[in-house]
């Protein structure tokens, strides 16, 4: 005997929007806490990942990419050189002297380490609480949230 195939029940998107949205929120929220304490605000914490995903991008170019105007993306890059996370390399191409590259520093890749291990150590603490079913669910949504955002 063959066993008739339901199809899934019909999910209403904005239903789904209502209850996903404070829950992404308020996750998203708990792992910048988790960043916050290992020293990175959530701004620094963007700017380093993005030299570390784009090393010996300018400062313009930079700018550009995380929607911010020049000056300040400058005050930012200063800011984090002084702390030592981020360094300024030389032009490459010697007839734009002016265009300097920005890159993460070891001390820039040692702060992301931790907030990664903060966020992830948070994470596993939670996980670990979970059933197994809870987690096989997790598990199983983790492509279509992918696929939400984008990648």
Known sequence: ???????????????????????LLQLSR??????????LSPLDSQLLMALKQTPDIGVSELAQAEHMSRPTMSVHV???????????RPPQDAADKRRVRL???EEG??????????RTDWLVSRLARM???????????IDPLTHLIGF
Do not use: F, Y
């Not at 800011?79 to 030592?84: I, M, Q, S, T, Y």
């Open 1 to 23: 005997m063959t066993q008739a195939h339901n199809p899934p029940p019909r999910v209403d998107p904005a239903q789904l929007a209502d209850r996903l949205r404070p829950l």
């Open 30 to 39: 708990q792992l910048r806490r988790e960043a916050l304490k290992s020293g």
């Open 78 to 88: 200063k800011r984090l050189e002084a702390a030592g996370w981020i360094e300024r």
């Open 103 to 105: 890159a993460l520093s």
């Open 109 to 118: 890749q040692r702060m992301l380490t931790a907030v990664r291990h903060s």
């Open 131 to 141: 059933a197994p079913e809870e987690l096989a669910a997790l598990d199983a949504g």
